[in-house]
């Protein structure tokens, strides 16, 4: 999780919407219509009260790639990076024909650069983009957890669920995989909020219930930080692919993870670097109302 002492963008009132198999992110450009605080993002991302989405994703600068992004989850916290956020981004600059199909581009987030390609459509609404997610690392230090807290195999003990084996995994973003022996959305519901918040992670974590569904394929639930069960996340199924991988449980190459909103394909060598790739709908384009930008402005 990113401090809000980083100052927070100024962003015009236009917006694009799409989602990644339900994962569904808001994209903005840097304006003067609104200051992207945590309430105004609270309010602009709530169900009813708001656009409604799963996330914001800011272009607020070219950068040295042309392409400076943030993100901001629905309790309004900055992150580091989201999978689908980025497809999502890339889906907006094909749309508007600011990248090429079949033409690699790079795009600033979360302090790297990420190489992605828009593949071509997919359907009227739609659009299939690759993302090189890079190199994941495993382990404590890459989530920066408290090792303190965690148990001497690494796991995390709980005083109800006892002591849950689970990986530890950064793909520019942290994640807590836990291979379930009874996985299901029960489990997710249980051990989701327990581990998102647990004491070992001062920054949170994101968390995947996962297991082996055949030859190459995962099942995964996902329970988000700062936003709890989601129906996909780019980054968890790279995540949960990493510790399937780094465990043995499949081989390197092609994995797909299969959630409740569907299927992402990701590609993970023996080194551990990763790549992303899956669909992404076109919802809709619009504008905050001047009314709706000055209630967040708190006028």
Not at 70 to 75: H, L, S
Not at 196 to 224: C, D, K, M, S, Y
Not at 254 to 270: H, I, K, S
Not at 291 to 297: E, I, N, Q, T
Request: overall charge negative; some cysteine.
């Amino acid at each position: 999780m990113i401090t809000e002492g980083a100052g927070r963008p100024r962003l015009g009132g236009d917006f694009y919407k799409a989602h990644g198999l339900g994962n569904d992110y808001l994209v903005f450009e840097g304006g003067v219509a609104w200051t992207a605080t945590t309430e105004a993002v609270k309010a602009v991302c709530h169900r009813w009260r708001g656009v409604g989405s799963d996330g914001i994703v800011c272009r607020t600068g070219e950068g040295a790639t042309g392409h400076a992004l943030r993100m901001f989850n629905p309790d309004g916290s900055e992150f580091e990076r989201s999978g689908n956020g980025l497809r999502v981004f890339a889906a907006y600059l094909a749309s508007r024909g600011q990248v090429t199909q079949d033409e690699p581009f790079e795009v600033e987030v979360g302090g790297d650069v990420v190489r992605m390609e828009v593949l071509g459509r997919r359907g009227p609404a739609g659009w299939q983009v690759r993302v090189e997610m890079g190199k994941a690392e495993v382990g404590p230090d890459a989530v920066d957890a408290d090792e303190g807290q965690l148990t001497e195999g690494g796991g995390i003990r709980h005083s109800r669920l006892g002591e849950l084996d689970v990986t530890l995994v950064s793909i520019g973003n942290p994640h807590c995989v836990y291979f379930a022996t009874r996985p299901g959305v029960e489990i997710l519901r249980e051990v989701g909020p327990i581990l998102t918040n647990h004491r070992a992670f001062p920054r949170g974590i994101n968390v995947q219930v996962a297991r082996v569904a055949g030859p190459g394929r995962l099942r995964v639930g996902v329970w988000e930080r700062g936003v709890g069960e989601t129906s996909a996340s780019g980054t968890s199924a790279c995540a949960a692919a990493v510790a399937a991988v780094h465990r043995g449980l499949v081989e390197p190459g092609t994995v797909e993870v299969e959630m409740v909103g569907g299927t992402l394909e990701v590609e993970v060598t023996e080194s551990l670097d990763v790549r992303l790739q899956g669909p992404v709908e076109e919802v809709y384009a619009g504008s905050l109302t001047d009314g709706f930008c000055r209630v967040l402005a708190g006028e």
